[in-house]
């Protein structure tokens, strides 16, 4: 046993999405049409992250878009641009990582 905790995040618009998200097993569940500010939202979701990993995953997902699997399986983060080679598609993407967010690319362990 590798000790490893794991804590789901989601996003859904409306009430029976997210109580959707939350039968599916999410411990957190954010409603992005009913939320007056959602960077407020994430970055206090953020700050209650267990570590500054957990953190980091969580700024990156919110900025960028990716999903966890495609977090974890990033190979590469170069002039604020992370490659992930084995995405859903089959096919490689570059995603480009704002400003604000690039201090986060260092706080994950993925070799990038």
Do not use: F, Q, W
């Not at 992005?32 to 267990?50: F, H, K, N, Q, T």
């Not at 080679?85 to 201090?103: C, F, L, Q």
């Amino acid at each position: 046993m590798l000790g490893v905790r794991v804590s789901v995040v989601a996003t859904a618009g409306g009430p029976e999405k997210c109580a959707t998200a939350r039968d599916l097993g999410a411990e957190h569940v954010i409603d992005y049409r009913s939320v007056d500010d959602l960077a407020a939202e994430v970055r206090r979701l953020a700050a209650s992250a267990p570590t500054p990993t957990c953190k980091a995953a969580i700024m990156l997902a919110a900025y960028t878009g990716l999903r966890a699997g495609e977090l974890l399986r990033a190979t590469a983060a170069r002039n604020g641009v992370i490659l992930v080679t084995n995405t859903k598609a089959n096919a490689p993407r570059a995603v480009p990582v704002a400003g604000p967010a690039k201090p986060y690319l260092k706080a994950l362990p993925l070799g990038i």
